[in-house]
């Protein structure tokens, strides 16, 4: 018996399609290289990269049928790191105003 909750392991063929598209962000990536990146079958991808295109974090070319991440996506990387230099600016005041005369 699996101890992976539900809402996790269906979740899961989707993170894995997008953590493998990160991969590829410039080139993009077939289908095929998302299933072999993923260890998984083109029908898995292709419902996985349906849902991501839904949610606006991939796209797929027209020209290439190669799919690409979103700046919908890439931009929640920045938003990691503002969340930390947020942080790390009020720790740098608190230690100056403890430490200045």
Known sequence: MSTTPPTTKSAQPVL???????????????????AEACKTTAVVITRATQTL?????????????RFYPTA?????????????????????DRRHSMTSY
């Not at 839904?54 to 290439?64: L, N, Q, V």
């Open 16 to 34: 894995q399609v997008m953590e493998a598209l990160c991969g590829y962000a410039e080139q993009g990536a077939t289908n095929k290289d998302l």
């Open 53 to 65: 295109i839904a949610f606006g974090w991939c796209r797929k070319s027209d020209e290439t049928e």
């Open 72 to 92: 919908k996506f890439t931009r929640l990387t920045f938003l990691v790191a503002d969340s930390f230099n947020r942080k790390q600016r009020e720790l740098d």
